[in-house]
């Protein structure tokens, strides 16, 4: 499983970005896809997921109402749409991959740098 995430950038307080991920190496029936991000000086957090059959989503509370997590099922991307960014959501952003039954995310992507300035 390979996974690519970009789309990161600078932006300023309330601009929006729109961060990709490509999936591939094999398909992602039953599997989860998430994105997490890292902070300077912070642990690495949880911002929102996304079930590969279903779409079912769930966010941090800090994403709620400002990112919305989707994906293109037949291109194998996920996508995290982000809006109304503050200085706080800077942070290195990942995508991620569960396996259906999972206990955790086995598979990560590289880091793509999300920079808000205020």
């Known amino acids: 499983v390979q996974l690519q995430a970009y789309g990161g950038g600078l932006v300023q307080a309330g601009g929006s970005l729109r961060l990709s991920c490509a999936a591939s190496?094999?398909?992602?029936?039953?599997?989860?896809m998430g994105w997490f991000r890292q902070a300077p000086g912070k642990e690495r957090e949880f911002v929102a997921s996304i079930t590969w059959n279903l779409g079912t989503t769930r966010y941090a509370d800090s994403a709620k109402d400002r990112f919305t997590i989707s994906r293109e099922y037949y291109k194998n991307m996920v996508y995290l749409q982000m809006n109304s960014l503050k200085p706080e959501d800077t942070a290195v952003y990942y995508c991620?991959?569960?396996?259906?039954?999972?206990?955790?995310?086995?598979?990560w992507g590289q880091g793509t740098q999300v920079t808000v300035s205020s």
């Open positions: 991620a991959a569960q396996r259906g039954g999972a206990q955790s995310y086995g598979y």
């Open positions: 190496g094999r398909t992602f029936n039953n599997w989860v």
